[in-house]
């Protein structure tokens, strides 16, 4: 193999341990907290996020994050009872 080669192999290694580890796990299985006020589920990658209340919340879009964020309590308690009672039907 050669150095070239070698190198290469190397940073994708570091490139992919790099994004492992800022890899972000949120509430809601990682459904859009916006669908979800919405009842609608969206899933996602999580890599639009926003913490509230010491929990990290995923959105499918940066206007679902916005529209949620401007009223994330109210918004928040449309998201728990809607996933709530998904999860138990």
């Known amino acids: 193999m050669s150095t070239v ?3 290469s192999l ?9 994004t ?7 509430e809601f299985g990682n459904q859009c ?3 979800l006020a ?3 589920h969206v899933q996602t990658d999580c890599t639009i996020n926003s913490s509230y209340g ?7 879009s940066q206007e679902a994050q916005t529209n949620f964020m401007k009223n994330p309590s ?3 308690a449309k998201a728990e009872a ?5 999860r138990k039907g």
């Open 5 to 7: 080669a070698k190198s």
């Open 10 to 18: 190397a940073l994708a290694f570091v490139l992919g341990f790099a």
């Open 20 to 26: 492992t580890a800022y890899a972000v796990t949120g």
């Open 33 to 35: 907290s916006w669908g």
């Open 38 to 40: 919405n009842q609608k």
């Open 54 to 60: 010491g929990h990290t919340y995923c959105f499918g």
């Open 74 to 76: 109210s918004n928040l």
């Open 82 to 86: 809607f996933y709530k009672s998904e």
